[in-house]
């Protein structure tokens, strides 16, 4: 495989704009790659870096994922999960002084410089004062366009010819062979994806559980007259010792049980790359081509704010169970207080400020499409609206 010229860099990074206001999620790293899991439009992408020192590449994809690194616990892997990780991308951007270089820069102010030149790959991360390296940087050089070569492939033939060369070095990743007609086999990886999608959900619903939060704040107030969404986190008729110690107690078994889910959803990732690369069966199905439990198609009516945030009201009772289920922990669900209304589910950005200007407006354009056509009739009227973090709301069965 021939490395990447300029030109076609440049390509991959106008392609890779698509990714702007996309949020890190996960990083996967192993002994030459590091897989980059955004969020984005409802659904997951990728973005994988191989450091090869002869043809150092960064690959998006958005489905068909051939498969996940091999982790290894890696400085840099650990470095970029305790300071990147939930950070939106602002841009993305080649070095026009040093030709081979890509800089992906968050909102934060923090940013990625990837080194693709050949025998000296490498990658840069800068959090704050704080910075560090995939190996020991090099002092770079302005790039001359002297010498480049005359190649042009497109993202396709890029992802041909890299998974060619990996699956040639027996590195997991494989390039998509013909249809096998081993359907034992087939039935097996389907049944392994199927696993992996139900337990993915499980921890998603444990993670937004709130035992220990409950537990900290009734020991910290000594009541159990705990705000209106974790009335179910306490039983009046116990004692305040009793509830303490429940809450701390399903605090403890959660963790546990999230920790043995990762744990069995390592193995069967495993295990499914092991059947995958069977010589009798090809992958039947990418990872991607499943539907993520995450990408759930509703049909509510949305109010884009000047911030980034995005406000959804659900369309009907399935809608707001959708909504529910897509949004993510420290997103904010609103409803009509002793009222029945449709659910508002605000996606905003981790830990991002909701002012009382920005409530307001979401307050009003809410009630606006809750009362519909007896919103002229109703005008006047005070409502009340409660609101909280989509982690504290469950839904009664």
């Known amino acids: 495989m021939k490395s990447l010229s300029v030109s076609e860099l440049d390509n991959l990074v106008a392609i890779l704009q698509t990714l702007k ?13 590091i897989l980059f899991e955004l969020y984005a439009h409802s659904e997951k992408l990728y973005l ?3 450091l090869s020192a002869l043809w150092p590449t960064l690959l998006p994809w ?11 616990q890696t400085p840099m892997g650990l470095f970029l999960k305790a300071n990147f990780i939930g950070q939106i991308v602002e841009a993305i951007e080649r070095s026009k002084e040093f030709g081979r270089v890509v800089i992906i820069r968050f909102k934060s102010g923090d940013h990625l410089e990837i080194r693709l030149i050949p025998r000296s790959p490498n990658i840069l991360a ?5 910075k560090m390296a995939w190996s020991k940087p090099k002092e770079l050089t302005p790039h001359s366009s002297e010498f480049e070569p005359a190649v042009d492939r497109d993202l396709g033939a890029l992802r041909e010819a890299w998974l060619n060369i990996r699956g040639g070095k027996g590195s997991g990743v494989k390039a998509k062979p013909t249809p096998s007609t081993d359907q034992g086999k087939v039935k097996k990886v389907g049944k392994i994806n199927k696993a992996m999608a139900q337990i993915e959900e499980s921890i998603v619903n444990r993670e937004q559980e709130n035992w220990r939060e409950v537990g900290e704040w009734v020991k910290a107030n000594q009541s159990l007259k705990v705000p209106s969404e974790w009335r179910l986190f306490v039983d ?6 009793w509830n303490i110690e429940n809450c701390f107690r399903r605090a403890g078994d959660n963790d546990r049980k999230v920790e043995g889910a990762r744990h069995r959803l390592d193995q069967l990732r495993a295990q499914l790359i092991d059947v995958e690369s069977s010589k009798k069966l090809d992958p039947p199905a990418p990872i991607l081509e499943r539907k993520p439990t995450q990408k759930i198609a509703y049909k509510g009516r949305t109010l884009n704010l000047d911030n980034g945030m995005k406000a959804v ?8 169970m959708k909504l529910l289920r897509q949004a993510r922990a420290w997103d904010l669900w609103f409803h009509l207080r002793d009222q029945p209304s449709s659910h508002l589910v605000l996606f905003r950005e981790k830990n991002q400020k909701l002012d009382l200007a920005t409530i307001r407006v979401i307050g009003d354009w809410y009630v606006r499409q809750a009362f519909g056509k007896k919103w002229e009739s109703r005008r006047g009227e005070k409502v009340a609206i409660q609101y909280a973090e989509v982690r504290y709301v469950k839904p009664i069965k």
């Open 62 to 72: 958005s489905s068909g994922l051939p498969a996940f690194p091999k982790k290894k």
């Open 126 to 130: 800068r959090s704050g004062d704080k």
């Open 236 to 241: 009046g008729k116990r004692s305040l010792s």
């Open 313 to 320: 009201v659900g369309a009907s009772a399935a809608d707001n």
């Open 21 to 33: 206001g996309a949020q890190l999620q996960e990083i996967v790293s192993s002994e030459n790659d």
């Open 48 to 50: 994988w870096l191989d």
